[in-house]
């Protein structure tokens, strides 16, 4: 027990120091103020609180402890996270009533194309990361799921969380997919020319957080709901939708 804890705190040390690395490169001003840490959680999937980046020990069948690329791709991801205006987003949602798991999509998609911008390197690591969801999930679980919705007549609102995660891991090159082709792949040719407007509407417009600042996300977002009111009301989040 003693040699087991003692090798678990050796790799929170290298990670904890391989974070505040990752954050000196990003954003060399905010690393000489802030002091981040790093612990493993039972959790399905990492998150950050305050300035504590929780990984999981164990992420589907990979061992995070070991698998060097998934867990820097997992506190690149986070560290993103801590150069978003979080708090003033927590504001907006609560204000405008938008799911945590629309807002939290829109951040991810944001944050994962700033990084690749500032250090180009963490594409790997990144795109290592949504591999991993991509291959364990987005068939089986995303699109799936949307096929089966919309084959029942759902309505919209009812699917658009699994839409976007699907956008989401569509593409492992990307922080999010093309919106014609996440629909042309979920839907066989015949269904897809059926599929209303609003589904490729709503997958453009999540698009476009690829392409934008942090200093816009507050507004962006509170744009993003306006044009879907409809989805003020769900408060489902999916694990892989947490920040």
């Not at 698009?207 to 600042?213: A, G, H, S």
Request: aromatic share 10%; net charge negative.
């Amino acid at each position: 027990q003693i040699v087991g804890r003692a090798w678990r705190m050796e790799i929170i040390n290298i990670l904890t120091n391989t974070a505040m690395q990752i954050l000196s490169l990003v954003a060399p001003t905010t690393s000489r103020v802030i002091k981040i840490k790093v612990d493993f959680c039972d959790e399905d999937t990492a998150f950050l609180k305050e300035y504590t980046i929780h990984l999981p020990r164990k992420m589907f069948d990979c061992d995070v402890t070991k698998d060097t690329m998934l867990a820097v791709g997992l506190l690149m991801h986070e560290i993103g996270h801590l150069l978003q205006p979080l708090q003033q987003i927590d504001q907006i949602e609560e204000e405008e009533r938008i799911p945590s798991w629309l807002s939290n999509i829109a951040l991810d998609i944001q944050l994962e194309e700033m990084i690749k911008t500032i250090f180009l390197q963490a594409s790997v690591s990144l795109q290592y990361c949504r591999q991993l969801v991509h291959d364990k999930c987005y068939r089986t679980e995303f699109a799936n799921t949307v096929c089966t919705l919309y084959a029942r007549n759902v309505q919209f609102q009812d699917i658009a969380e699994h839409l976007a995660l699907a956008s989401r891991f569509y593409d492992p090159m990307a922080s999010c997919g093309c919106c014609d082709a996440v629909i042309n792949d979920i839907f066989d040719a015949a269904v897809a020319v059926t599929v209303p407007p609003v589904y490729r509407q709503f997958l453009c417009d999540l698009e476009m957080f690829r392409y934008i600042t942090v200093c816009e996300l507050p507004e962006r977002l509170r744009w993003l709901i306006s044009r879907y009111p409809e989805l003020r009301t769900q408060q489902r989040q999916n694990k892989f939708c947490a920040r």
